[in-house]
């Protein structure tokens, strides 16, 4: 305030709100925190755990065959060995990269293509639109399961073959959310005045439609990843996903099945893994959705105890 009485500029201008980042979002809901480390934890050792490990995986020592978990041999010994003396903790290590090899690109081919498509189909409408919904209906009316073991059984197993036949048969999940967000968005009045200038139809999708679908799309993404991984260990366990002398947690469950009474770590330590991972990932794909969501992103600023379903969205918060 001035010395006449007037008030400044500063003061005379609203308050602004301080949107607070995602990281301290993230950091104030302690599951999604706990589940994003998990992940990230997994994501290392996959990608730079095969610089440490060497051919430890694969080295085999019958002498030291069905050791249980112990401190004695080191950090290789710290969840024992398998029924060929193999470290249990170099072969999770490897199994972590065969499994996300798969996963990853998987769920990344399905939804580029998914979305890709749903985005043309529900930005155009008509005939497009309803071409793409009944292929998504001819691919959804098998089961993904029953048609990878088909398609694995006839061909030869391998990690190819199943990044194909995962990324071939999720492509209609990412179809139909993209085509039901470009949809609605088409005639919002962003679109209209993007349209009115003459924009072409590709780039009000790519500039316009895409970054709002996009959160949607990655949380599905994310929720996605968990049930190919999945699937990708189920089809490892019937044995026709991926075949040794390469290792995934799936199979790691298959060969110590016929062990889990004497020597139970080789079947649980695995099977954890894959629970840890999937749900880490559920959890962490539930509060993505929150956070960017404009509407919602609010609760995760305000103290647990305060999260309650029917407290009023505050103003400053509504964009």
């Not at 007037?6 to 999604?32: H, K, Y």
């Not at 110590?256 to 629970?275: D, E, K, N």
Request: net charge positive.
């Amino acid at each position: 305030m001035t010395r006449d009485g007037a008030p400044t500029a500063d003061e005379d201008a609203p308050a602004r709100t301080v949107r607070p980042s995602r990281w301290r979002m993230l950091g104030r809901d302690r599951a999604a925190a706990v589940g994003a480390v998990i992940l990230a934890v997994v994501a290392l050792l996959a990608l730079f755990g095969g610089l440490f490990i060497g051919d430890r995986a694969q080295r085999q020592d019958l002498g030291a065959s069905l050791r249980p978990p112990s401190l004695d041999d080191g950090v290789y010994g710290l969840l024992g060995t398998d029924v060929l003396g193999r470290s249990m903790v170099a072969r999770l290590i490897e199994a972590a990269a065969t499994t996300l090899s798969v996963a990853v690109p998987a769920v990344l081919c399905s939804l580029v293509i998914g979305s890709a498509l749903g985005l043309w189909a529900g930005y155009h409408g008509g005939r497009r639109e309803s071409v793409a919904m009944r292929i998504a209906d001819v691919i959804l009316s098998f089961p993904s399961l029953l048609i990878a073991v088909v398609v694995l059984y006839v061909f030869s197993p391998s990690a190819l073959n199943l990044v194909l036949i995962l990324a071939v048969t999720r492509v209609p999940v990412y179809l139909r959310t993209a085509r039901a967000e470009a949809a609605e968005l088409r005639s919002r009045l962003f679109v209209d005045a993007a349209r009115t200038f003459g924009t072409a139809g590709r780039m009000i999708i790519y500039r316009h439609i895409l970054p709002v679908a996009l959160p949607t799309l990655l949380t599905v993404a994310t929720l996605d990843f968990c049930f190919v991984m999945l699937t990708e260990s189920s089809l490892s366990f019937l044995g026709i996903g991926i075949q040794p002398p390469d290792v995934s947690w799936g199979l790691m469950v298959a060969q110590g099945r016929q062990y889990l009474q004497t020597s139970w770590w080789i079947t649980v330590l695995p099977g954890l893994a894959i629970v840890l991972t999937t749900v880490s990932a559920t959890v962490l794909a539930a509060w993505a959705r929150i956070a960017t969501d404009p509407a919602q992103r609010w609760r995760l600023t305000l103290p647990k105890k305060r999260r309650t379903a029917s407290a009023p969205v505050p103003p400053e918060m509504i964009p």
